[in-house]
């Protein structure tokens, strides 16, 4: 999961690079996760991606002791090769899922 962008209690709001902001948090065997900053904020938007499920972008996460439970569906993949003159491509490259993190939908 990556912090993305935070609102300041101040109204000021940044995206991008959060300074004092953790850019990254992985979850636990549980699926949770902390992340944390230097100043205090308003809400903040992640970007979680975890293995077999579709990327998705929550946005204004209140601060605080609150928990937010954030719900992926599955995703796909799709596997290829990126061909050129009937050869494969030598720049193309297969992009691995990244590990699991963040919250998991349950299965079924």
């Not at 935070?6 to 948090?25: C, E, F, M, Q, Y």
């Not at 209140?62 to 494969?88: I, Q, Y």
Request: proline share 7%; no cysteine.
């Amino acid at each position: 999961m990556n912090s993305h962008g935070i609102r300041r209690k101040d109204g000021n709001a940044t995206w991008g690079t959060l300074s004092g902001v953790d850019p990254l948090a992985v979850s636990d065997a549980e699926g949770e996760f902390v992340i944390t900053a230097v100043d205090p904020f308003e809400s903040m938007d992640v970007q979680v991606e975890a293995r077999l499920f579709a990327n998705k972008t929550f946005t204004r996460l209140a601060s605080g002791t609150s928990r937010h439970d954030l719900v992926l569906t599955e995703g796909a993949t799709v596997v290829g090769r990126v061909m050129f003159n009937p050869r494969a491509h030598p720049a193309s490259m297969r992009r691995q899922p990244p590990p699991a993190i963040g919250k998991r939908a349950p299965s079924g």
